[in-house]
C-alpha cells in the first residue's frame, strides 16, 4: 500500500512561521506532481502549490510572497514553508501526489488526511 501523511501542523501566532511536510511511503515506482491545498471554516478546498517532479512549482497568487514550497525526492517529501502567518491562513492543509506504484504503470492521485493549521494570539 501506498500512503502519504501530513505533519508538522500546529498553532502558530500572527506573523510567525510553520513547515509542513508530507511524506509518500510503500512500494512507490515514481513521483509526479505533489501539491499542497487547504480548506479554512467553511470554505471551499482550495489550491495552494504545486511542484514537479523536476522541481518546477507554481504557488497561489494571494500567498506566494509568503509560501514556498519544495521537494526532497530522495525522501519522497514535500515541504511547504509558511511564513508571516495570519489568521486567515488558518486552515486544513491537505497534500496529495501523483503516484505510480511498482505495480501499475499509470499514475494515481493520493490525497493525505489533512493536518490541522491554526494561526491565532
Known amino acids: 500500500q501506498v500512503h502519504v501523511v501530513e505533519s508538522g501542523g500546529g498553532l502558530a501566532q500572527p506573523g510567525g512561521s510553520l513547515r509542513l511536510s508530507c511524506a509518500a511511503s510503500?512500494?512507490?515506482?515514481?513521483?509526479?506532481?505533489m501539491f499542497w491545498y487547504r480548506q479554512g471554516p467553511g470554505q471551499q478546498r482550495e489550491f495552494v502549490a504545486s511542484i514537479s517532479s523536476g522541481g518546477g512549482s507554481n504557488v497561489l497568487d494571494s500567498v506566494k510572497d509568503r509560501f514556498t514550497i519544495s521537494r526532497d525526492s530522495a525522501k519522497k517529501t514535500v515541504y511547504l514553508q509558511m511564513n508571516s502567518l495570519n489568521p486567515e491562513d488558518t486552515a486544513v492543509y491537505y497534500c496529495?501526489?501523483?503516484?505510480?506504484?511498482?505495480?501499475?504503470?499509470?499514475?494515481?492521485?493520493?490525497w493525505g488526511q489533512g493536518i490541522q493549521v491554526t494561526v491565532s494570539s
Open positions: 496529495n501526489a501523483d503516484i505510480r506504484t511498482t505495480t501499475d504503470t499509470l499514475f494515481h492521485t493520493l
Open positions: 510503500g512500494t512507490i515506482s515514481e513521483i509526479g506532481f
